[in-house]
Nanobody, 116 residues
Framework: QVQPVESGGGMVQAGGSLRLSCAASSAMFRGNDMAWYRQTPGKLRELVADISSGGSITNYAEFVKGRFTISRDNAKNTMYLQMRSLKPEDTAVYFC?????????WGQGTQVTVTS
């Protein structure tokens, strides 16, 4: 598993919730800041949230602030994105990756579709 594997996406109604998971290798996960990104048709991939290596520092894009929560479990080499009050505009493919390594390859992502 060279690249992280995203899971937990699906189709939900507006106002619903989903919890995404990002499973990474120990080498990629431990000691590294991590981040969630998303991409929709016609748009560049954008940063959704990031988290420090220890999990104590988090940052959120303005368009998800107050609705999404990023967290990580270093013992399991897993990062999460709890999404609440989902909106149709949250529809996108969600990816996870190390925050400070722009040369890292992207995984397949997980599709989130929010219906109105």
């Amino acid at each position: 598993q060279v690249q992280p594997v995203e899971s937990g996406g699906g189709m939900v109604q507006a106002g619903g919730s989903l919890r995404l998971s990002c499973a990474a290798s120990s080498a990629m996960f431990r000691g590294n800041d991590m981040a969630w990104y998303r991409q929709t048709p016609g748009k560049l991939r954008e940063l959704v949230a990031d988290i420090s290596s220890g999990g104590s520092i988090t940052n959120y894009a303005e368009f998800v602030k107050g609705r999404f929560t990023i967290s990580r479990d270093n013992a399991k080499n897993t990062m999460y994105l709890q999404m609440r009050s989902l909106k149709p505009e949250d529809t996108a493919v969600y990816f996870c990756r190390r925050r400070l390594y722009p040369s890292d390859a992207w995984g397949q992502g997980t599709q989130v579709t929010v219906t109105s």
